[in-house]
């Protein structure tokens, strides 16, 4: 019964709850789970794992994320809330509510409008899109458009949109990251971006200035180092920029020493470019004990 409260899972058959409050955020990460954002306004479900379930139960302006398969997500009887599913044979139903939004990319997946108003469904891949709604509910429609989920920016242009993008796994241990569909010339621009201004730097944040971050889980928050970057993020006027040609395929990269002052967190770089830092950090920090080390034993194995 709180607002602005962060809650983080991690783990197995886990359980979070955010009940009669208002612009909390749950993250759950880890298999068979559930997650529930009763009675509330502008609460956010994050969901990474397998067989979890994330509902919705009479809130508004609710968005739940789910990454993984065999998921469910499920809107209750609210209104103005976003489903975002990506995976394998994962379901997600927005039911008895009015203009929500549910969005699914993976292979049999199925997403329903249920009994509502001005709701949309959006399908990628192989799914099934189902429109269950009364009469009055003509006005539902099915579409595969924005990576955004957010409402109000389906008339913006150059935002990234499924068919030129894919946020999916790149290899080499690297994660999630953003996939380029097309092929893009250098000096080209490659997406304006949207999200939500935080003041709390994240894993998935990027510096807007020394007092906000930019918070984007669809697309420029997944964009994977390298100190040989193929593209720019400028953060003054939202937009993404090529540095090089990226071709069809391509992954998208960035250096993250270009917006960020300071990490989230300091890592081993795997972007192995002739350049390569070894050990990445923010523009203005220095190195943690483990980079020391890293760096140490990098040097050492140079002098042999």
Known sequence: MGSDNTATVTGLDSTVIAERGDANTAYLQGDRGSVTATVGDRNDLHVIGADDTAVIHHASNATIRIEGDANTATNEDSS?????????????EASFGESNTAIITGAGSTASTGKGSFNTATITANNNATDESAPRA???????????????????????????????????????????????????????????????????????NQHAHLLDLDFVGFLTHSCSPNVRVCLSEFKVWALADIGEGDVLTMDYASTEDVLFRQFECCCTSPNCRGWITGRRETLNLAGQDFMRRRESLHTL
């Not at 976003?82 to 997600?92: E, I, P, Q, R, Y």
């Not at 030129?164 to 690297?174: C, I, L, N, P, W």
């Open 138 to 208: 003509a006005a539902n429609k099915f579409s595969a458009v924005l990576l955004y989920p957010f409402k109000g920016l389906e008339g913006e242009h150059n935002l990234p949109t499924r068919d030129k993008f894919a946020k999916e796994e790149v290899g080499e241990g690297r994660g999630l990251g953003v996939r380029s569909l097309t092929a893009i010339p250098s000096g080209d621009l490659v997406a304006c971006i949207s999200g939500i201004v935080t003041h709390q730097r994240g894993l998935h944040t990027l510096q807007i």
């Open 80 to 92: 103005h809330s976003t489903l975002d599913v990506t995976g394998d044979t994962n379901t997600a």
